[in-house]
């Protein structure tokens, strides 16, 4: 009795564990009851959810965390998402939306862009916050949507508040037109800070037109 002991202990323990990881891992008493969500603002929860693509009753413990973050990360107003467990019977969905920079007319609408010239939303009306952006196919593998958004980002605070919109006509070819029906000739996307530079110094001229494609050489009249 006394040598057979420690074996029955052992062998009890080992079925124990067997009961406990069928009842997780093998039964639905643990299973997903709730998928809660958290930072959506753009999506609606059930579009989360319905994203999220997990079954009521599915083992908690089984659930592929990642593989149901890029579910929702596939949304398009979601800029990344983070799925975790809540035992013992939840799943918390935390989201993070995509942040407009710019709008970009389209017909009678306005799409939305974000810093990597993803397009996520359409709106009726053109957020009054947001500068202007007019390319053919905003998006965030559009050469022209990139180059414009390196444009905005190298403007400095006097010519955003002179701003009406940015227009890329080709990859050389970029200008702004601000306030007053001025126009600047911008040429391509490199060497934004020295054009934006010497463009806000000749704002207080009166010019109709100032070309810094070549900031080291400025033309106006």
């Not at 052992?10 to 997903?32: E, P």
């Not at 050469?143 to 905005?152: H, I, K, Q």
């Amino acid at each position: 009795m006394r040598a057979a002991l420690p074996w029955a202990v052992a062998a009890g323990v080992l079925a124990l564990a067997g009961l406990v990881a069928w009842t997780v891992l093998g039964t639905g008493l643990l299973g997903v009851r709730e998928v809660r969500v958290e930072g959506a603002g753009l999506v609606s929860p059930v579009q989360v959810r319905d994203a999220v693509g997990v079954s009521d009753g599915v083992p908690l413990a089984r659930v592929d965390l990642a593989a149901a973050a890029r579910r929702v990360g596939k949304l398009a107003p979601v800029e990344r998402a983070t799925v975790s467990r809540d035992w013992p019977g939840a799943l918390v969905v935390r989201v993070t939306e995509r942040t407009p920079v710019a709008a970009v007319p389209q017909g009678e609408a306005f799409t939305l862009i974000d810093r990597s010239g993803v397009a996520f939303r359409t709106v009726a009306r053109r957020p009054a916050e947001l500068p202007l952006v007019r390319v053919a196919r905003p998006a965030g593998d559009d050469p022209d949507t990139r180059a414009a958004l390196e444009v905005l980002v190298a403007l400095t605070p006097q010519l955003r508040a002179e701003l009406v919109d940015v227009t890329v006509e080709g990859l050389a070819r970029i200008s702004l037109r601000l306030r007053g029906d001025r126009t600047v000739v911008w040429g391509d996307a490199t060497r934004g800070t020295d054009k934006a530079r010497v463009a806000t110094a000749l704002l207080g001229e009166e010019t109709d037109r100032i070309d810094v494609s070549a900031p080291d050489v400025v033309t106006f009249r």
